[in-house]
């Protein structure tokens, strides 16, 4: 097996930590991002307070509504993710990127995996947020969730804010092109450890997060049910910016923000230690199984 493979089958085992540490902050940030009348009883008001408000309503298991949904779609994402990244690094053929080369290896990445995943996402946001959106309704699985929307929408609702999801390849693209280049200066100095993983991590996911995190917002609130009131209804991102800004203000397009960061830095921590540790891993493993050629440096 490839280099490439290597690094995506760790990619995704090290989503799959990451995801299950820190779930339940994204099933604040979720639940906030897709909140639109802050006014009402049942309203969170702050992440403590939806934290409050989830376990009293739903017990502890509310925080992780979907997480069956969101490993698997971790997993994929991040396979799919490392693998086109890799590979694209690999056809490059440079032991160091430029800037661009490495914006554009995470723009082909980006958009492949985006492509492959959507429906998956489409499906964990319905499922996180259900109780928000339809307080009094039965919480529904995976593939319920899967026929219900076949049998609203067609198939066709799985790629509801695809294109809010496209423009966020430019998350990544900041996360990794950051990443590669404080990690080539550090590098230069000294051996990397996994705390080091772990900083840059956090750095590299804080810088994209920020940036980005309206379109955060926007894709979320695209992926639900589409609603018949037209107040409510994004036809498309700048419609959906529009209808925030003009019933919500310039706070609505930061619903959840604070919990998403700490979220984010969190997973993305996580991730790149991981990742990095379980590369060499998984080489070995593939290796022993007689399914990758005699060990070589990664």
């Known amino acids: 097996m490839s280099d490439s493979t290597v690094h995506a089958i760790a990619g995704a085992g090290g989503g799959i930590i990451s995801m299950a540490l820190t779930y339940p902050l994204i099933t604040i940030s979720s639940r906030l991002q897709v909140q639109k009348n802050k006014d009402s009883k049942e309203a969170y008001k702050s992440g403590l307070d939806a934290v409050k408000k989830i376990v009293a309503k739903e017990g502890i298991s509310g925080l992780y509504s979907g997480l069956d949904s969101a490993l698997f779609g971790i997993s994929l994402t991040n396979y799919c993710y490392y693998y086109f990244y890799e590979f694209t ?86 996360q990794y092109t950051v990443f590669e280049k404080v990690k080539a200066r550090i590098a230069k100095t000294r051996a990397l450890s996994s705390f080091d993983f772990f900083l840059l991590g956090a750095i590299s996911k804080l810088a994209a997060t920020s940036i980005t995190y309206p379109y955060i917002v926007v894709k979320s609130r695209m992926q639900l049910k589409q609603s018949d009131d037209a107040k409510e209804r994004y036809n498309s991102i700048m419609d959906g910016f529009r209808k925030i800004i003009k019933y919500e203000g310039f706070a609505g397009l930061y619903k959840g ?39 070589k440096r990664i």
């Open 89 to 174: 690094k690999s056809s490059i053929n440079k032991v160091q990127m430029s800037t661009l080369e490495s914006m554009s290896a995470g723009a082909v990445a980006g958009a492949a995996t985006v492509l492959i995943t959507n429906p998956i996402w489409v499906i964990n946001t319905r499922i996180a947020t259900r109780n928000a959106s339809a307080p009094n309704s039965r919480p529904l699985g995976t593939l319920e969730t899967a026929q219900q929307m076949i049998k609203d929408n067609g198939i066709k609702s799985f790629w509801q804010g695809v294109a809010p999801a496209l423009i966020l390849v430019a998350n990544p693209i900041i």
């Open 257 to 295: 923000i604070s919990s998403k960061i700490v979220q984010s830095i969190l997973t993305a921590s996580f991730l790149f230690m991981v990742q990095a540790s379980l590369v060499e891993y998984v080489a070995r493993l593939l290796v022993s199984l007689g399914m990758r050629a005699a060990p």
